[in-house]
């Protein structure tokens, strides 16, 4: 699991006086910087990027305010040929405030074809998997219970 | 369906010179405007606000770019009785670059409960509702095939 | 004068119920788009590109709110020999919200120097000029009138 | 002097594959918390808040990047009756990025007055004052030398 902290701004607050739902995708982008450096060590964007989005996603699960640090949780949920299902997690006063999912495809821009994971990122990024048993790997059953839908 | 028009900003581009991921449900959200007014036809942050989101989603079909405006459009995809899950889509010449979802619930923020959906906006939003057949009304399949995974 | 409309996001809006200041650089820029294309007619990246900021300045006149569109004005207020101040305002219901200033240099980024202006940009940023007399042309005297310091 | 450190995100680049100009003033804001909190020790937005912008500044001196961490040092410059300019600093690798002020006004909403600064956050805001000889507190000069117009 990699964790990042954020503190909100007083501008990541909306006309309902809490935490804008724009501002997860933006948090957990952030909260994937170390998952990014494990394809591209230094973040140099003059190398050729080989990371695309095919698909993100958050449930918001309690409300978060102005006032206390956010935490970021990020594990790996899925390992597929090309891409990776990472699953994520905002902690505010320990209390779970949202959760989601990204797709991340390793990818080559100028041949516009997805490619394999290589070995030593597909090794590194297992030591990052949820484990089985773990709720998290229940799809979406933790939130429904929470959510006010 | 509801339309709106936006002009990608030059900081909208990110390292790969690719309109951000994470600009997305920001202009998903702006789209959502006029969704907005049904409840609140002011959208006077002073009335006791009704409307909170639920789960957002976002499937990136295809890459989009500074220099040419995004067309947003948004249709209802799902009525339930407390609950509209919007769907939306950003289109650049001619072409469809995203696609999303988003489940906003009608709420009470002091009960702490969901309300049912008045009966005039329930008319309303049935006007904007995906029909039946609509290839936008079957699940991600679309995405699916263009999509690098 | 170039105008551009915005319609306030309803994460635009902070704590205070009303635009976040850090929205203002955010639609300056987006205002930017006609000026940007004098220098770069289809904005494409792939070219080398050749502005770069120096300054950015925001004064808060009155607060603006959700709800009804805002039109940003731009206009050119000085022209050097590399470079360009452009001065913005961004109006509300027929009043004036926040004005501001960018200054932005015609720039070479392998070399590391500016460029002179070319003839014909310069011709047409003189169109765009703030005439003698304007109010707008006295440097910050309104503003003052009506900030709360 | 207060700290703060932001990791840049992969959206906060932009054409340029540099940080964009926009994401300064957002940073700013950020780095404004622990002058806010002299304010609002808890940032509870049920308070009636008493502070408001009344004006920004950003001189952008040297390109920031992706891959790695930004400080940002916040100092006030100048103490008002009722407002405080702040002036802030980015720096990125030990050099210094980016340079701005913030004036911020204690102010009444509901009077629509300014207010004066209470004692005990003034004499609290000293402590956190450019000293005399600091060439911080020199208006501009260091930017100028490095600023490419």
Redesign the interface.
């Known amino acids: 699991m990699w964790t ?1 902290t954020v ?1 909100p ?3 990541d ?5 809490h935490i ?4 997860l ?2 948090w957990f ?2 909260a ?2 170390p998952f ?1 450096r494990l394809f591209h060590p ?5 190398e050729e ?1 080989r990371l ?9 699960v309690s409300q978060m ?3 206390a640090d956010i935490e970021i949780r990020t594990l790996v949920k899925k390992l ?1 040929r ?2 990776v299902t990472l699953y994520q997690e905002a902690w505010q006063d320990g209390v779970l405030g949202a959760r989601g999912e990204a ?1 991340v ?1 390793h ?1 080559d ?1 100028r041949a ?3 490619l394999p994971l290589p070995d030593g990122i597909r090794a590194e990024l297992e030591k990052h998997q949820i484990e089985e048993g773990d709720s998290r790997a229940r799809s979406g059953r933790f939130a429904k219970e929470r ?3």
């Open positions: 990042r503190t701004r007083f501008g607050i909306d006309g309902l006086r804008n739902n724009c501002m995708p933006i982008e952030t994937r910087e990014f230094r973040l140099d964007l003059d990027w695309i989005m095919a698909r993100i996603s958050v449930e918001f305010r102005l006032g597929g090309s891409s797709v495809v990818y821009f516009k074809k997805s959510n006010p839908v």
